[in-house]
């Protein structure tokens, strides 16, 4: 089992450009979390993603959207990106079923460099 | 607004010695906190978690304290070894199930051997 894998590992854009990331989740995963982790701080919670949806949102502008394919892979998509949103975006997966924070299983991220 | 503090950004302990790590919340709307670990290069994997419903929760070497009253909850490991290394984050939640977790900044500890 793989895990949680994303691409690109890195990824670097000028501002005003967009950008999409991909997540695939763990095996038996149908939830997927997406969060962004800038320089010195803790992850803040973008949305999530289940049923192909976004349940539940973060204090993100609407530049952020995201979706979710019937294989459950997700991707994040960020437009007119501006030199904050430099970040390490993880992705996170688990299963419905559960319902636990728990069986969260995070992804080693996607580094974005805006310049 | 952060919800979720950790005020220590290092920590560097003797190895076989305890490590204590603390967090501070704001929010008395959280009801579920955990911790994750985080080496370089990893996405954060999950460690102890504990309701607050509970005062304590222990795990092996990990043990989670929570002050509710305080706000304030604890992370001790003991004896602590060089594979804990890490950057520790702690989280909260809602509720029991809710997986929009709101995380602290994070303490960098170093287990010196």
């Known amino acids: 089992d793989a895990g949680v894998t994303q691409s690109p590992t890195h990824l670097i854009k000028t501002r005003g450009q967009q950008v999409t990331l991909r997540c695939s989740p763990k095996?038996?995963?149908?939830?997927v979390s997406w969060y962004q982790q800038a320089l010195g701080q803790g992850p803040q919670f973008i949305f999530q993603y289940y049923e192909e949806e976004e349940r539940q949102r973060g204090n993100f502008p609407d530049r952020f959207s995201g979706h979710q394919f019937p294989n459950y892979s997700s991707e994040l998509n960020v437009n007119a990106l501006l030199l904050g949103d430099s970040a390490l975006y993880l992705c996170a997966s688990s299963p419905s079923v559960t319902g636990l924070q728990e069986t969260q299983y995070f992804g080693p991220g996607t580094r974005l460099l805006v310049l | 607004d952060q919800q979720v503090k950790q005020n220590s950004p290092s920590l560097s302990v003797q190895e076989g010695r305890i490590s204590i790590l603390n967090c501070d919340y704001t929010n008395s709307m959280f009801d579920y906190f955990l911790w994750y670990k985080k080496y370089p290069a990893e996405g954060p994997t999950f460690l102890i978690s504990?309701?607050?419903?509970?005062d304590k929760n222990e795990d092996g070497r990990f043990t989670v304290f929570l002050n509710k009253s305080a706000k304030h909850l604890s992370l001790h490991i003991v004896p602590s070894q060089p594979g804990d290394s890490a950057v520790y984050f702690c989280a909260a939640a809602i509720d029991f199930g809710n997986e929009k977790l709101t995380f602290g900044t994070g303490t960098r500890l170093t287990i010196i051997p």
């Open positions: 504990i309701s607050s419903i509970k």
């Open positions: 095996s038996g995963h149908d939830t």
